[in-house]
């Protein structure tokens, strides 16, 4: 009887995602409270978010038929057509760290910078390859139909080796095991694109995926406030920059508001806020508009599940619930919003909570329908008790994709 309700449970929920545009993966989990991040403190606190949680492919799309598998906090694949497992979330600069295990047999790699099906490595992706160096002229480390690698392992089955790919850009470079394999330059550098695990033949492990967002710009702390914020909507709320150097704000209905605007974007911030207290950060608002964004939710409650009793911070409010709140009242939480035409996912202390795509018709009001335009960025007032402080706020537009 248990397992028929967790069952339909769960088929009613997969339902509720896919009327979404959602494609969920439960992995080995019956309960999303078994999940925790695994970075560290000072890992998320600088701005790494993991792209696997190490018992779920929440946050991550086949594109052929492979049989993609988590264990032992390990995604492998052993049999299946040629293609990728990617990341539903497009990034352009970054630093990525992942590790990998492969027999002296398999052909496989790790590509950034992808479309979803790529054809060619010389032109629509960055393939860095993983495959012996007796087997392919582009061996492990190498970027294929690129750059050929200076330190290619040997792979022997059940060895983990490290891989560190750096990018800004223009300029990438590949570490296997900690050496440099490879550097590049492309004058004509993709822009943005899914983070790729490919099956190309041979059983092939990933474990330890995480990625760091490159070349954000604060905005807090900064020199000058009024440069950087609109104070004209803080309406019962108020703000300023404590003697520490936070930023806080206090009282009720009412948002500080950016006067720059970003349509697709990066967002990295620091904050902390006591229990029962509800805020936001609100985007793509309607400049002038009081809180008339798509809203990411900061709110600690949960029930006697474990479920968030409102949204949960790190939720896309209204639109998906947080699918774990990692956030405690009156502590510092680590928040990463990436937001990319009609896909926003967001990351709580390097967590990925929320994977949601908006399906509504086009509009420029994002509470009627789909908002792509550029708009501000608002921290959310909610009602009198609103305390709420940031010890930092960074931003960047996401480089477009140029073919």
């Known amino acids: 009887m248990n397992t028929l309700k967790i069952f339909f449970k769960k088929l009613a929920i997969s339902a509720c995602w896919f009327l979404c545009g959602i494609s969920p993966s439960w992995g080995q989990v019956e309960t999303l409270t078994e999940l925790e991040?695994?970075?560290?403190?000072?890992?998320?606190?600088?701005?790494?978010?993991?792209?696997?949680?190490?018992?779920?492919?929440?946050?991550?799309?086949?594109?052929s038929e492979v049989d993609w598998k988590v264990g032992g906090e390990t995604i492998s694949a052993t049999t299946g057509e040629?293609?990728?497992?990617?990341?539903?979330?497009?990034?352009?600069?970054?630093?990525?760290?992942?590790?990998?295990?492969?027999?002296?047999?398999?052909?496989?790699?790790?590509?950034?910078?992808?479309?979803?099906?790529?054809?060619?490595?010389?032109?629509?992706?960055?393939?860095?390859?993983?495959?012996?160096?007796?087997?392919?002229?582009?061996?492990?480390?190498?970027?294929?139909?690129?750059?050929k690698s200076e330190h290619a392992p040997e792979l022997k089955h059940g060895e983990w080796h490290s891989m560190r790919i750096v990018t800004d850009g223009e300029n990438l470079s590949v570490e296997i095991d900690g050496i440099l394999a490879c550097r590049y330059r492309d004058a004509r550098p993709l822009g943005r694109g899914y983070i790729g695990l490919q099956y190309n033949g041979g059983p092939v492990g990933f474990r330890n995926i995480k990625l760091k967002p490159s070349s954000l710009t604060p905005l807090h702390p900064n020199t000058d406030f009024d440069a950087t914020w609109n104070t004209q909507q803080l309406l019962d709320s108020k703000a300023a920059v404590t003697p520490a150097g936070l930023l806080r704000l206090i009282g009720g209905r009412g948002?500080?508001?950016?006067?720059d605007r970003f349509a697709d974007f990066v967002f990295s911030a620091r904050a902390k806020s006591p229990a029962g207290v509800n805020s936001g950060v609100f985007f793509r608002c309607i400049p002038g508009e009081v809180m008339n964004g798509y809203e990411c939710q900061i709110e600690h409650g949960v029930d006697e599940n474990g479920k968030p009793t409102d949204c949960g911070t790190g939720g896309i409010f209204r639109r998906q619930d947080a699918r774990i709140v990692l956030t405690r009242p009156d502590e510092w939480f680590d928040l990463t919003i990436v937001a990319n035409g009609p896909h926003i996912a967001t990351w709580v202390n390097g967590l990925q909570v929320a994977d949601w795509r908006d399906i509504r018709d086009p509009d420029p009001n994002p509470r009627r329908g789909k908002r792509l335009e550029n708009g501000t960025i608002c921290i959310q007032g909610h009602d009198p008790e609103t305390i709420i402080e940031f010890e930092k706020i960074s931003i960047r537009e996401i480089d477009k994709r140029n073919r």
């Not at 600069?93 to 047999?105: H, I, K, N, S």
């Not at 054809?119 to 012996?132: H, K, L, Q, S």
């Not at 948002?255 to 006067?259: F, G, I, N, P």
Request: charged fraction near 20%.
């Open 82 to 147: 040629r293609g990728l497992l990617r990341t539903t979330t497009q990034f352009d600069r970054f630093e990525l760290f992942l590790e990998f295990t492969a027999g002296p047999e398999t052909n496989s790699g790790v590509f950034i910078m992808t479309s979803p099906r790529p054809t060619d490595p010389a032109i629509d992706c960055y393939e860095v390859n993983i495959v012996a160096p007796d087997r392919h002229e582009y061996a492990t480390g190498a970027l294929v139909a690129r750059a």
């Open 37 to 63: 991040t695994w970075l560290t403190p000072d890992e998320h606190a600088s701005g790494w978010i993991a792209l696997f949680d190490g018992k779920t492919l929440f946050g991550w799309q086949a594109e």
């Open 255 to 259: 948002q500080l508001e950016s006067r």
